[in-house]
């Protein structure tokens, strides 16, 4: 079965400066999928970043950017420039083709002015 | 484009009574996926749908059970309810292809149950 860790609850930022979310995953699968999604206050999810397994470049959506190291099995999201709407719960998973979405427990992330 | 819309957003039902929750993908999405979400368990995901076949099942009892339409929409049944049913249902809508390859999941505000 595939496992999804984030392993810090909670995270605190300054505005403007840069934070890195830890994410690890267990999987014995060879093409898969990983995602970031972002959870606000007015809990609807927004998804944030996505990386195909099989793409050694690291995805980049404006100021969000993931490393993933697969031999590693870790996915981290790096938030550069940290704005006051960052604040939200974090959410990893990972999605094998034709499968369900598992997530992490989340990490709960907040920006300070 | 209308994003994913789910009714109720706001449920309260009594220990062993039904439900029935919608789900209304975004248009062009055939793939719906229902997750339930409680901050003890977090996100755990309990079936996806791709037309009107249900292709995947998470591990949760017989008592909950889905469908989806021929119009892609989907609604989520459960059963007898249980307090530990109370928990935010999420549906999310995906352009899935036929192969099964994901795309990004697209998902609604959620339906708010509590069981008392």
């Known amino acids: 079965a595939q496992t999804v860790t984030q392993s810090q609850p909670e995270m605190s930022v300054q505005e403007a400066e840069t934070v890195t979310l830890s994410c690890t995953y267990d999987?014995?699968?060879?093409?898969?999928?990983l995602f970031w999604y972002k959870q606000p206050p007015s809990r609807q999810m927004i998804l944030v970043i996505r990386q195909e397994a099989y793409k050694q470049q690291n995805a980049t959506e404006n100021r969000f950017s993931v490393n993933f190291q697969k031999a590693a099995k870790s996915f981290s999201l790096k938030i550069s420039d940290s704005q006051l709407g960052d604040t939200a719960m974090y959410f990893c998973?990972?999605?094998?083709?034709?499968?369900?979405?598992?997530f992490g427990a989340g990490t709960r992330l907040t920006v300070k002015p | 484009k209308a994003g994913v819309t789910q009714t109720p957003r706001y449920l309260i039902k009594t220990r062993g009574q039904q439900v029935t929750l919608s789900c209304s993908p975004i248009?062009?999405?055939?793939?719906v996926s229902w997750y339930q979400q409680t901050p003890g368990q977090g996100l755990q995901f309990l079936f996806e749908y791709f037309s009107e076949t249900q292709r995947n099942k998470g591990n949760f009892p017989g008592r909950f059970s889905g469908r989806q339409f021929s119009n892609s929409r989907s609604e989520m049944n459960v059963s007898t309810l249980e307090l530990g049913d109370s928990a935010l249902y999420l549906c999310?809508?995906?352009?899935?292809?036929?192969?099964?390859?994901?795309?990004?999941?697209?998902f609604g505000p959620g339906t708010r149950l509590t069981v008392t």
């Open positions: 999310a809508s995906s352009l899935m292809s036929s192969s099964g390859v994901p795309y990004e999941q697209y």
């Open positions: 998973a990972f999605m094998k083709q034709g499968w369900d979405m598992r």
């Open positions: 248009s062009g999405h055939r793939s």
């Open positions: 999987t014995s699968e060879n093409n898969y999928y």
